[in-house]
């Protein structure tokens, strides 16, 4: 297996492609990247920015390039001896008319050959197999749109379909008749019955009513492609024929204005194997499984062998060519049986880098069956965030926030009332189809032949909504202790919370622990393990929607840690909970992956890095920012925005500012679409689902008013000094994050363009364009210097550290080290080390040990009380702080300098040249 020493994602898009990712390839191998990262690459919706909305995991996305520029970039990697990570999509595919293999289920229904591969009411064992499939994609309600003549049929050569702007649903081969056979007795007067293209039309015709009873299968469709072949040859070749055919096209797409001439296409439609609807609808009345409650994304049935070897055939073989080199598995917790899965994936792959995108609460671990390598990052990335934030001050933040917004917040109690908020809003549907499918199951039982839909319903919100995480793993074999216990745990709440529903929530209890009666039959048995498996799948998407895109967006006590499987109640991590938790990945996990930003995380590694700034002055923070709300009180209109979304934006400003002049003049429009999906996700004033175009504005217009130093030109006097202030010590952090993530148990992860200052939002903020060519050019000038005057060269950086190069240096001098010694990066022994003196809290010190080689990273953290703004966190401000280490030499990669320690160092001497240091000794 290839391990990498280090990743590098590239979002490709129909901008960026294999050429481009071609062109960077070289610089990415002089940085320092082992493996490049790529997001899913596969055929993809036209236009897809992000390549999650697939619609044939079988071919690569002919926009991102040719087939020969996706074998130039293979051969450009390789090489540079570079691999290949790439990021799949096992879960779900594109709700769209490039959709191939849907598209043959909305038009064959049940006889098309690809029924199975999607997670429809069709395929539901002990669900109505009869109703037609959802297609929820419609702007405004169906008999709008029909009436308006938005939606209207369309002749080519492929067949009929039915076109709502730019979607394409097909017609259903028996529906052909009534357009055919509609005002026939004109076309029999122009023709004649006895000319031969009317025969051939009544053959056809006679043809269409029998093939629903005659064939079926791969046969049908055949026999259906050879009938529309024969129908367009007749549109081509007769005038009269395809006049008539016009003409009926134009009769059923109705006359705007006449809603009676609506009518026949009403009817048409009706008679489809989906049903068109308002978007909105998707919320309430859901027959198939989305991604989260994203209604153009509709799931895979991947745990179907001969679905999961398709979706899988190309990815195969670019692994047994050696293209991929390693695997990152989108939305593990979609699955029906992720277990299953990646013991699959791993049969299937073989010896291949695998990890999963899977977000850990701070008590929970991996399932230890998985055979895989870890994570994405996201629980990294939480812990080395929250050991920056000063956790001493944490009633002092309480106590600001709620002060400025008038008002206490429970955190919990609040991720409770939004996940209600979810289940009612975004998958009251969802949870229909549950309650259903218990209901079912408990009428079978006279302990449950009382329960109600209502009731039932009730109860599994309930317990949906106090799942503290993403999902259990329970399988037809059975259920793990601790998924065992957290489901106990989440009864017991429930009960109390609604005591009404005692008896449902014991037979839930039951069911979920697969505690089956003696009586069952094998069916029984199997409705239980089918309930139970389905309601694992919707844990996660509520914890995402209810927690990351609501909660997240609304408890805005410290954005810093409002993160990506973050629990900003917690108040920042120890020391000590970082040495645990590295300890831990060295021991189960030691090469997951280490993230500090990732295509999906909400704020910019090193906008966090700021954020985390404010924790160590709660006193400066709460004056500045009261006084920046009085000066802006003209700006607010009818008290818009709110007082919790304005220390929202006030954070987000002191955390986002750019450095560089020439990005400071966009960033106003960058905060205000921002601010638009902030306050849409808080679904609090306005939401995707029902727009407050008032507030909006109310919002969009503070922004820039507040912006504009003709308008606000106290607030930006009191504003830019304490955001420059926060901003230099920001640095100081994100330096020593990034020390940290190289050196920690795990691979370390570079988001594309992070190896310079990241003060991106969320996206499609983080996706903007990165400029590689300054990049390369800051690389290569570093990389002459170092060679010549390392030591001359770190000052300037120091002095010029704004404009990103002393962390592209840091980065590319880390990784250097880590390549040269990767071995004992990779599977060195974590050792925290104690350090002494004066100020040792302010320092994160651990060793790697591994054969006779040893590393220890030293990090500072919280040095608002140690230097005055502006000055260097170097030298003699470390005062008798210190290291006990053994007699030995060792070399800092960072400096390229030799030092002595004789039992004691101390950090003034280690940190006499650099911010954060790698002490290598043999």
């Given at each position: 297996m290839r391990i990498p020493k280090a990743t590098y994602r590239i979002q490709f898009n129909p901008q960026f492609g294999f050429e481009d990712a071609r062109a960077i390839a070289s610089y990415l191998a002089d940085l320092g990247v082992s493996d490049l990262y790529a997001s899913p690459i596969f055929k993809a919706r036209s236009g897809s920015t992000h390549g999650y909305d697939v619609v044939d995991a079988t071919q690569l996305n002919p926009q991102l390039g040719t087939t020969a520029e996706f074998e130039g970039l293979v051969s450009e990697l390789q090489s540079l001896s570079l691999g290949w990570l790439q990021d799949i999509v096992p879960n779900h595919m594109a709700y769209s008319n490039e959709n191939l293999y849907l598209m043959d289920v909305l038009e064959h229904g049940p006889d098309s050959s690809?029924?199975?591969?999607?997670?429809?009411?069709?395929?539901?064992?002990?669900?109505?197999?009869?109703?037609?499939?959802?297609?929820?994609?419609?702007?405004?309600?169906?008999?709008?749109?029909?009436?308006?003549?938005?939606?209207?049929?369309?002749?080519?050569?492929?067949?009929?379909?039915?076109?709502?702007?730019?979607?394409?649903?097909?017609?259903?081969?028996?529906?052909?008749?009534?357009?055919?056979?509609?005002?026939?007795?004109?076309?029999?007067?122009?023709?004649?019955?006895?000319?031969?293209?009317?025969?051939?039309?009544?053959?056809?015709?006679?043809?269409?009513?029998?093939?629903?009873?005659?064939?079926?299968?791969?046969?049908?469709?055949?026999?259906?492609?050879?009938?529309?072949?024969?129908?367009?040859?007749?549109?081509?070749?007769?005038?009269?024929?395809?006049?008539?055919?016009?003409?009926?096209?134009?009769?059923?797409?109705?006359?705007?204005?006449?809603?009676?001439?609506?009518?026949?296409?009403?009817?048409?439609?009706?008679?489809?194997?989906?049903?068109?609807?308002?978007?909105?609808?998707?919320?309430?009345?859901?027959?198939?499984?989305?991604?989260?409650?994203?209604?153009?994304?509709?799931?895979?049935?991947?745990?179907?062998?001969?679905?999961?070897?398709n979706t899988h055939s190309l990815i195969h073989k670019l692994v047994e060519q050696g293209i991929f080199t390693g695997l990152r598995i989108d939305h593990i917790d979609g699955l029906y049986q992720p277990t299953q899965y990646l013991e699959r994936l791993r049969e299937k792959m073989g010896d291949v880098y695998i990890t999963v995108e899977k977000i850990l609460e701070i008590t929970e671990d991996l399932p230890e069956n998985w055979e895989i390598?870890?994570?994405?990052?996201?629980?990294?990335?939480?812990?080395?965030?929250?050991?920056?934030?000063?956790?001493?001050?944490?009633?002092?933040?309480?106590?600001?926030?709620?002060?400025?917004?008038?008002?206490?917040?429970?955190?919990?109690?609040?991720?409770?009332?939004?996940?209600h908020l979810i289940l009612e809003k975004n998958l009251a549907g969802d949870v229909d189809n549950l309650a259903s499918l218990l209901k079912n199951i408990s009428s079978k039982y006279r302990y449950g032949n009382d329960f109600t839909l209502n009731g039932l319903k009730r109860a599994i919100a309930a317990v949906l909504t106090l799942f503290p995480i993403y999902r259990t793993y329970i399988t037809p074999d059975g259920i793990g202790d601790s998924d065992k216990a957290c489901i106990q745990k989440v009864i017991n709440t429930a009960k109390k919370q609604v005591p009404l529903l005692q008896h449902e929530m014991n037979f839930i209890e039951k069911v979920m622990l697969l505690e089956f009666d003696d009586a069952l039959t094998q069916t029984e048995r199997e409705q239980w393990i089918y309930f139970v498996l389905r309601m694992q799948q919707y844990s996660g998407p509520l914890m995402a929607k209810g927690v990351e895109d609501t909660t997240l967006y609304v408890y805005n006590r410290l954005l810093s840690l409002n993160e990506v499987g973050g629990n900003p109640s917690h108040f920042g991590i120890s020391v000590d909970q970082f040495h645990h938790f590295n300890q831990q990945h060295q021991a189960n996990w030691p090469y997951t992956m280490n993230a500090t930003a990732t295509h999906d995380t909400k704020r910019g590694e090193d906008m966090r890095a700021r954020l985390n700034v404010l924790s160590e002055i709660p006193q400066e923070w709460e004056e500045q920012v009261n006084?920046?709300?009085?000066?802006?009180?003209?700006?607010?209109?009818?008290?818009?925005?709110?007082?919790?979304?304005?220390?929202?934006?006030?954070?987000?400003?002191?955390?986002?500012?750019?450095?560089?002049?020439?990005?400071?003049?966009?960033?106003?429009?960058?905060?205000?679409?921002?601010?638009?999906?902030?306050?849409?996700?808080?679904?609090?004033?306005?939401?995707?689902?029902?727009?407050?175009?008032?507030?909006?504005?109310?919002?969009?217009?503070?922004?820039?008013?507040?912006?504009?130093?003709?308008?606000?030109?106290?607030?930006?006097?009191?504003?830019?000094?304490?955001?420059?202030?926060?901003?230099?010590?920001?640095?100081?952090?994100?330096?020593?994050?990034?020390?940290?993530?190289?050196?920690?148990?795990?691979?370390?992860?570079?988001?594309?363009?992070?190896?310079?200052?990241?003060l991106s939002l969320v996206d499609p903020d983080n996706r903007r364009p990165v400029d590689f060519e300054q990049r390369r050019t800051y690389l290569n000038d570093i990389q002459a210097q170092i060679k010549t005057d390392i030591l001359g060269?770190?000052?300037?950086?120091?002095?010029?550290?704004?404009?990103?190069?002393?962390?592209?240096?840091?980065?590319?001098?880390?990784?250097?080290?880590?390549?040269?010694?990767?071995?004992?990066?990779?599977?060195?022994?974590?050792?925290?080390?104690?350090?002494?003196?004066?100020?040792?809290?302010?320092?994160?010190?651990?060793?790697?040990?591994?054969?006779?080689?040893?590393?220890?990273?030293?990090?500072?953290?919280?040095?608002?009380?140690?230097?005055?703004?502006?000055?260097?966190?170097?030298?003699?401000?470390?005062?008798?702080?210190?290291?006990?280490?053994?007699?030995?030499?060792?070399?800092?990669?960072?400096?390229?300098?030799?030092?002595?320690?004789?039992?004691?160092?101390?950090?003034?001497?280690?940190?006499?040249?650099?911010?954060?240091?790698?002490?290598?000794?043999?």
């Open positions: 690809y029924t199975d591969y999607f997670d429809v009411c069709w395929n539901s064992p002990f669900g109505n197999s009869q109703e037609r499939i959802l297609a929820p994609l419609l702007g405004d309600f169906y008999g709008v749109s029909l009436e308006n003549g938005d939606i209207q049929l369309q002749y080519e050569q492929h067949g009929i379909t039915v076109n709502y702007y730019g979607l394409k649903l097909p017609l259903r081969l028996e529906s052909y008749t009534k357009l055919l056979t509609h005002n026939l007795g004109k076309l029999t007067r122009t023709l004649g019955r006895n000319h031969p293209d009317f025969i051939k039309l009544l053959g056809i015709l006679y043809i269409l009513k029998s093939v629903p009873s005659e064939v079926a299968g791969k046969q049908r469709q055949d026999q259906i492609a050879f009938i529309k072949g024969l129908i367009w040859e007749l549109y081509t070749t007769n005038d009269e024929i395809h006049q008539f055919i016009e003409e009926n096209i134009q009769v059923f797409n109705g006359e705007v204005g006449n809603s009676e001439s609506f009518n026949l296409l009403d009817e048409l439609l009706n008679d489809q194997f989906y049903r068109l609807a308002f978007w909105k609808v998707g919320a309430e009345e859901m027959n198939y499984r989305r991604f989260f409650t994203v209604n153009e994304l509709i799931s895979v049935k991947v745990e179907e062998l001969r679905v999961f070897n390598q870890g994570t994405s990052g996201y629980d990294f990335l939480n812990y080395v965030n929250g050991v920056f934030c000063q956790s001493d001050n944490h009633e002092s933040f309480d106590q600001i926030y709620h002060q400025f917004i008038g008002k206490p917040v429970d955190y919990p109690s609040l991720v409770n009332e939004k996940k006084n920046w709300s009085q000066l802006n009180q003209t700006h607010r209109s009818n008290h818009q925005p709110d007082r919790n979304d304005e220390y929202f934006l006030y954070q987000t400003l002191v955390g986002a500012f750019p450095f560089a002049e020439h990005e400071q003049a966009p960033f106003v429009q960058r905060v205000q679409e921002y601010m638009i999906k902030a306050i849409r996700e808080a679904k609090v004033h306005t939401a995707w689902l029902r727009p407050d175009n008032e507030y909006e504005e109310a919002c969009t217009s503070f922004i820039e008013k507040i912006l504009d130093p003709n308008l606000s030109k106290q607030f930006l006097e009191s504003f830019r000094p304490f955001q420059e202030k926060i901003a230099d010590y920001g640095i100081y952090n994100s330096l020593s994050q990034t020390l940290l993530k190289i050196a920690a148990p795990g691979v370390p992860d570079f988001y594309q363009g992070t190896e310079l200052w990241d060269l770190i000052p300037q950086l120091l002095t010029h550290k704004t404009d990103g190069r002393i962390k592209l240096f840091l980065t590319h001098q880390a990784l250097k080290a880590r390549t040269q010694y990767l071995s004992l990066f990779q599977d060195g022994e974590y050792s925290p080390l104690q350090v002494h003196g004066t100020h040792a809290k302010h320092i994160i010190a651990f060793a790697r040990q591994h054969n006779n080689q040893t590393v220890i990273a030293i990090a500072p953290r919280f040095l608002t009380t140690l230097i005055p703004p502006g000055q260097p966190a170097l030298g003699e401000i470390w005062q008798d702080t210190h290291l006990k280490l053994p007699a030995k030499t060792w070399y800092n990669p960072l400096t390229n300098q030799t030092i002595q320690t004789q039992n004691n160092i101390p950090i003034a001497q280690i940190l006499t040249h650099f911010p954060v240091a790698l002490l290598i000794a043999e």
